[in-house]
């Protein structure tokens, strides 16, 4: 099969196709032939180790994984013999979780693993635009309450975590704030913004406004000036945090009544079983801001480095 392949961490150019194994399924194992997969922030610092701790966990030297893309939408083609829930022909989308593969034309995958019936309505890169920044946002949202008419704000509203972050506070009944670039201002609006902050011109920290919960998911805030726009029993939210940041966020949560949220996240079938109610009930929108093909996965690659994509990149696999 086609599949986009690193062997070397580094530049956009890294990755080549090859032609590699089709995949053999497990007993408990689908096969599915990938129709669309995107590109992530998460696939951009695997293939640069960056930060370095990538290489503690991924390969000193050069990775351990070959294969990038942890999300996809697609065909069941086969289904192993002790599968139950799915069957040849099913449309399904979801997440790898740590084990990537999904710049390929087919993948195994466990039937209990973050897989759901595709949601109905939308196209395959539509699907996958979907869980990268779904089971970001909701793994943190998970660990705290959100209130009808809570005041939440999010920064880097525009990114894949941030634009689901916006319409998943909404769908909880939240007064959203989002803060973005003065190019995004319309669009965030769109997706469901109440009010929002242009980067650009003003400091969110300086208007005397007081939010329940802060997220934010582009690592730019500073964590002392933004605690006194945190609510006495507020959350905050830090997807991106750095060890620094985990450390300050402990430290805080531990002395005062403020919650910071930080690490690592995690998801199961649930969550993308709960993401495609969501798009079902029109709570929740795929976005994509561009299309490539497998063929331009370093022109995709390159694009998302620069950092300014809005919501996600998806790949389509012919
Ligand atoms: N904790 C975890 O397990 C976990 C899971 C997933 C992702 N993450 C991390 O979450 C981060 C965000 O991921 P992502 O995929 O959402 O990134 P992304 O899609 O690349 O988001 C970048 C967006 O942020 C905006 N932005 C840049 N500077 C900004 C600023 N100063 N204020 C507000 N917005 C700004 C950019 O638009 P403009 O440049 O136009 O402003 C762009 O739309 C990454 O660092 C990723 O590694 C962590």
Redesign the pocket.
């Known amino acids: 099969m086609k599949a986009a392949v690193y062997t070397q961490y580094g530049i956009p150019e890294v990755l080549q196709l090859k032609e590699v194994a089709k995949p053999i399924p497990k007993d408990n194992e689908v096969l599915l032939r990938i129709k669309a997969t995107a590109v992530?922030?998460?696939d951009v610092?695997l293939r640069k180790a960056d930060p370095f701790a990538v290489r503690l966990f991924f390969g000193l030297l050069r990775p351990r994984v070959n294969i990038l893309g942890s999300v996809f939408s697609g065909e069941v083609e086969s289904a192993g013999k002790l599968v139950n829930r799915f069957k040849a022909g099913d449309q399904v989308f979801g997440h790898t979780n740590m084990n990537f593969g999904a710049y390929a034309e087919y993948i195994s995958l466990p039937e209990d693993g973050s897989l759901a019936l595709k949601p109905t309505g939308i196209s395959h890169h539509e699907a996958a635009a979907i869980p990268?920044?779904g089971v970001?946002a909701l793994h943190f949202f998970k660990k705290t309450i959100i209130k009808q008419n809570q005041k939440v704000l999010i920064?880097?509203?525009?990114?894949?975590?941030?634009s689901a972050a916006v319409q998943l506070a909404k769908s909880y009944g939240a007064i959203v704030t989002a803060?973005?670039?003065t190019?995004?201002i319309d669009w965030v609006r769109s997706i469901g913004a109440d009010k929002v902050i242009d980067?650009a011109k003003e400091d969110f920290t300086k208007n005397g406004e007081v939010y329940d919960l802060i997220f934010d998911?582009?690592?730019?805030i500073s964590i002392p000036r933004t605690l006194k726009s945190l609510a006495k029993s507020g959350t905050m939210i830090l997807?991106?945090a750095g060890m620094s940041d985990m450390l300050q966020g402990l430290w805080i949560s531990m002395t005062s009544k403020k919650k910071v949220l930080t690490?690592?996240?995690s998801h199961d079938r649930g969550d993308i079983l709960f993401l495609k109610e969501l798009i079902e009930k029109n709570k929740l929108m795929p976005v994509v801001d561009r299309t490539y093909t497998l063929e331009q996965i370093v022109e995709a690659h390159a694009y998302?480095e620069r950092?300014?994509?809005?919501?996600n990149i998806a790949i389509t696999i012919k």
Do not use: E, L, W
């Not at 950092?307 to 919501?311: A, E």
């Open positions: 992530n922030s998460g610092r990268f920044g970001t920064v880097g509203a525009s990114g894949a975590v941030g803060v973005c670039s190019s995004n980067y998911s582009v690592n730019t997807s991106a690490g690592v996240i998302v950092g300014h994509k809005r919501g």
